[in-house]
């Protein structure tokens, strides 16, 4: 895991010039919100884990390729600012940090096996502000807790992670009691599916699906 981390952290020069977000398309200066937030039309039966680990694009992806997994919806949390734009979180004045809500079956996939994920394959939680070519407190590394089991479960992940010596560096993520999360605005939502062309995609984001897809082939929906 090691040697495939650090090589998402020394792309080449033209991923670096494709931030998360900076392919916006035209109607961007007034793009339209869903005020149904994305969320699955049925929460019966359904449970919610809410983590950041930088562009939510990736995120997102990466786990709505996970079995039980029923919807995962790009926004932000973790600040004070309600119903922010991706503008005023970009401007680092609001204190959130782009988030993934997960909508997911406990009876098909626990909060325990998302978190090892979160750990170990979806993004680097050693980085501090920043994930790979993104940096900025909008891309920290975050996981949002409902309840004092999935703290604990949080942080017990967080030692044994830090204990097996996955990486070089200590685990730099916040955990944090849940409080609001505020979808992204429509043109965020299944952003790596419909723009598959986009150079941080291709360069960034691909790699970040690839390793959940190699470290996790039995919880993947669609086995390779």
């Not at 997994?69 to 204190?95: F, L």
């Not at 992670?161 to 996955?166: L, P």
Request: charged content about 20%.
């Amino acid at each position: 895991m090691k040697n495939q981390l650090k090589s998402l952290a020394s792309l080449s020069v033209l991923a670096f010039t494709f931030a998360c977000g900076s392919q916006q398309p035209a109607d961007a200066q007034n793009p339209p919100r869903s005020t149904a937030g994305f969320a699955p039309a049925n929460l019966t039966g359904l449970a919610q884990a809410t983590f950041a680990g930088g562009c939510f694009w990736a995120q997102e992806e990466a786990f709505e390729q996970i079995k039980g997994v029923k919807q995962v919806v790009s926004g932000y949390a973790g600040g004070t600012k309600a119903n922010p734009t991706y503008e005023q979180v970009a401007d680092q004045n609001t204190g959130h940090t782009e988030t993934v809500q997960i909508y997911y079956d406990p009876k098909t996939i626990s909060y325990q096996e998302l978190t090892n994920i979160f750990f170990t394959a979806s993004h680097d939680p050693t980085q501090l502000n920043r994930q790979g070519p993104d940096t900025g407190p909008e891309y920290r590394s975050a996981a949002f807790y409902r309840t004092p089991e999935e703290k604990q479960i949080l942080e017990a992940t967080i030692a044994k992670v830090n204990a097996s010596k996955e990486y070089d560096g200590k685990i730099v993520t916040q955990v944090m009691p849940f409080q609001k999360f505020w979808p992204a605005e429509d043109y965020h939502q299944g952003y790596y599916r419909l723009h598959p062309e986009n150079p941080y995609i291709a360069n960034v984001s691909a790699h970040k699906v690839e390793h959940v897809q190699k470290l996790f082939p039995k919880d993947l929906k669609n086995p390779l």
